[in-house]
């Protein structure tokens, strides 16, 4: 079975950046679309965007081609998603997931909460 | 970006209803509609895909359909620990979209 494993949380300075690691587990990284999500706090979902391992190509919602860069290093079977000059907007819960089954989201990793404060 | 209209946007519901969430989708999104459920601090879990298959696991009194662009997630019979939010994704094309989100509320 696929596992999603996600870092541990952040607190960060307004203007610096941050990357969030999701490490696979139970199959190839390369397997599938990985993608990340931003849930504010009390807020709804957020589609980042989506990188392809297998080629490293990627996609973003146009509100975080700024904001996020994704990459994936698969000798270690880990996505990576970089958020660049943070401020308090920033301040969230990001989640890795992939779907094995196709555009859908089947797993999850546990999320990770960023905090952006000085 | 297609846009996904969901409502309502909470409910409170009592264990012998039939509860039903709506998501409208603004263009047709050929079925790829899939639907979440979401605990407090707990990653969301995949209910139903493809726009009426229930996920592996998730019990059958949970259920999807569709009617023109409007989609619909159906608890029959809920149970307590089916508190929670739920969302729906369309994931038909990129950005993939999330609606807002419906908090259901077991009395």
């Known amino acids: 079975e696929v596992q999603l494993q996600q870092s541990g949380a952040e607190l960060v300075r307004p203007g610096t950046s941050v990357k969030l690691s999701c490490k696979v587990s139970g199959d190839t990284i390369t397997a599938y679309y990985m993608h990340f999500v931003k849930q504010r706090p009390g807020q709804g979902l957020e589609w980042i965007g989506r990188i392809d391992p297998e080629d490293d190509s990627t996609k973003y919602a146009e509100k975080f081609k700024n904001k996020a860069t994704l990459t994936a290093d698969t000798s270690s079977n880990t996505a990576y998603l970089k958020l660049s000059s943070l401020t308090s907007e920033d301040t969230a819960t990001y989640f890795c997931t992939t779907g094995t089954m196709g555009p859908l989201f089947d797993y999850w990793g546990q999320g990770v909460m960023v905090t952006v404060s000085s | 970006d297609i ?98 989100g419906t908090k259901l509320e077991l009395k």
């Open chain 2, 3 to 100: 846009q996904m209209t969901q409502s309502p946007a909470s409910l409170s519901a009592s264990l012998e209803e039939i509860v039903t969430i709506t998501c409208k989708a603004s263009q047709g999104i050929d079925d790829y509609l899939s639907w979440y459920q979401q605990k407090p601090g707990k990653s969301p879990q995949l209910l139903i895909y493809d726009a009426t298959s229930l996920a592996d696991g998730v019990p059958s009194r949970f259920s999807g359909s569709r009617s023109g662009t409007q989609y619909s997630l159906k608890i029959s019979r809920p149970q307590v620990d089916d508190s929670g939010i739920y969302y729906c994704l369309q994931s038909y094309s990129t950005p993939y979209t999330f609606g807002a």
